[in-house]
């Protein structure tokens, strides 16, 4: 039986869309890069403080944002996000669960569009549910492992909040320039 090529779907593949994905993977490349020393320097400062930035997730949410990513794409970033954080976690592998989570749910909120008197306040929400929940899986999950006892994970609930607040206050006050800077 032969088949009619007119009633074939024909697929054609775009170069606009490849350069799209090549420049949102140099973007997430050059935040996590950012991050990754922000991380080392000022972050491991503010440690003292109780709370401890982890930039890495703000770059990963901020690249999720500037690219409108979808849920599989925010995937991606979110694991090679992960990747670098290999390199000075304390849990290794963990963060490839935790930024996952993390980064979809970054990727949710993105499409969200939420608003407040006007103003544009999802960079701020998904910046602090991405750290927040990363952090608090995190936390339970390396609890766990760790062999300690689940109520202990409560010590580390202001850690992540304050973290949270921190990250959400950084992805939204981050976004508008370099959403300008970046013509998006």
Do not use: H, W
Request: charged share 10%.
């Amino acid at each position: 039986m032969d088949i009619d090529p007119s009633t074939q779907a024909r697929t054609v593949a775009s170069p606009i869309r490849r350069e799209a994905a090549i420049g949102s993977l140099v973007l997430l490349a050059v935040l996590l890069a950012a991050g990754f020393i922000l991380n080392l320097t000022v972050g491991n400062a503010l440690a003292a403080t109780g709370i401890k930035p982890q930039f890495i997730i703000s770059a990963y949410t901020l690249a999720i944002l500037l690219t409108s990513a979808d849920v599989s794409q925010a995937a991606v970033f979110g694991l090679i996000s992960a990747a670098v954080i290999q390199f000075s976690t304390s849990i290794p592998g963990l963060n490839f669960a935790t930024e996952l989570a993390g980064a979809t749910c970054a990727a949710l909120i993105g499409r969200a569009g939420l608003r407040i008197a006007g103003r544009d306040v999802t960079p701020l929400a998904a910046g602090g549910l991405a750290t927040l929940v990363s952090g608090t899986l995190f936390a339970v999950a390396g609890t766990l492992l760790m062999g300690a006892a689940l109520p202990t994970v409560l010590v580390k609930v202001p850690l992540v909040l304050g973290t949270a607040v921190f990250n959400a206050l950084v992805v939204q006050c981050l976004s508008a320039p370099l959403r300008a800077a970046l013509n998006r």
